[in-house]
C-alpha cells in the first residue's frame, strides 16, 4: 500500500528565510510519480511539480527547489528566501502506476507560514 | 488560467436538499476525474474515481447512493450529494487527469473546490 508521511504540520518562518518542507513516501511499486501541490488559502490546489521514479535530478524553479532521494525515499521541498505570498498548506502526493487511473495518495499537508 | 473548472464554489443548502457540483476540464480531455472530500485542517481524501462512460469506483466507506457521480463526458463530470445532512458539510475537490502516453504527461490538475454548507 502506498503512504505518504509529511512530518511537519506547521512551519514558521521570518520573510526571506528558507525552508525546506519534508516528505516521505512508502510504495512497493518500482513506477510511480511524486507530486507537490500548493493550498493558498482560497483553497485550489496548485500544481507545482511531478517527478517520476526513474529521474533522480533534483530540479530548480526560480524559489522552488525539489530534492529527490530514492535511497530515503524522501521528495524534499525547498523555498528559498522565502515570501509572504509563500504562506499556504503544501501537499506532497503520489501516485502508483500500477493502480488505475493513477490516484493520488496525499500527505498530511504542511502549513507553512511566513511573516513579514 | 486554471484548466479545471468547479461550480458552485460555495453552497448553503437547507438539510434534505441535494446539492450538484460540477467540474470541467477546460483545456483537455480527461477521461478520469477524481472527487476528493477535505475536512478543516486536514488532508484530501479520496471519495471516488469518475471514469467517463462507465460508473464510478467508490472507496470504502463512501456512500455511493449518496454521493452519486456521472461523468457523461470528456470534460465533465458530476458529484450530487443527495438528501444532504450537517455532517455532510465539507470543502469537496474535483481533479482532472490530464494523461498522454505518447506526451509522457499525467498530471492531475485540481478545481477551486465547493464548501458546501448544511443547515
Known amino acids: 500500500a502506498q503512504k505518504v508521511t509529511q512530518a511537519q504540520t506547521e512551519i514558521s518562518v521570518v520573510e526571506k528565510e528558507d525552508v525546506t518542507l519534508d516528505c516521505v513516501y512508502e510504495t512497493r511499486d518500482t513506477t510511480y510519480y511524486l507530486f507537490w501541490y500548493k493550498q493558498p488559502p482560497s483553497g485550489e490546489l496548485v500544481f507545482l511539480i511531478r517527478r517520476n521514479s526513474f529521474d533522480e535530478q533534483n530540479e530548480i524553479s526560480g524559489r522552488y527547489s525539489w530534492n529527490f532521494q530514492k535511497s530515503t525515499s524522501s521528495f524534499n521541498f525547498t523555498i528559498t528566501a522565502s515570501q509572504v505570498v509563500d504562506s499556504a498548506v503544501y501537499f506532497c502526493a503520489l501516485s502508483e502506476a500500477a493502480n488505475a487511473g493513477n490516484m493520488l495518495t496525499f500527505g498530511g499537508g504542511t502549513r507553512l507560514m511566513v511573516k513579514p | 488560467g486554471a484548466v479545471v473548472s468547479q461550480h458552485p464554489s460555495r453552497v448553503i443548502c437547507k438539510s434534505g436538499t441535494s446539492v450538484k457540483i460540477e467540474c470541467r476540464s477546460l483545456?483537455?480531455?480527461?477521461?478520469?476525474m477524481f472527487w476528493y472530500r477535505q475536512f478543516p485542517k486536514q488532508s484530501l481524501m479520496l471519495m471516488a474515481t469518475?471514469?467517463?462512460?462507465?460508473?464510478?469506483?467508490?472507496e470504502q466507506g463512501v456512500e455511493k447512493d449518496k454521493f452519486l457521480i456521472n461523468h457523461a463526458s470528456l470534460t465533465l463530470s458530476t458529484l450530487t450529494v443527495t438528501s444532504a445532512h450537517p455532517e455532510d458539510s465539507s470543502f469537496y475537490i474535483c481533479?482532472?487527469?490530464?494523461?498522454?502516453?505518447?506526451?509522457?504527461?499525467?498530471?492531475?490538475?485540481f478545481g477551486a473546490g465547493t464548501r458546501l454548507s448544511v443547515l
Open positions: 469518475s471514469n467517463e462512460g462507465s460508473k464510478a469506483t467508490y
Open positions: 483545456d483537455f480531455q480527461a477521461t478520469t
Open positions: 481533479s482532472a487527469r490530464d494523461y498522454s502516453l505518447k506526451l509522457a504527461k499525467n498530471i492531475q490538475y
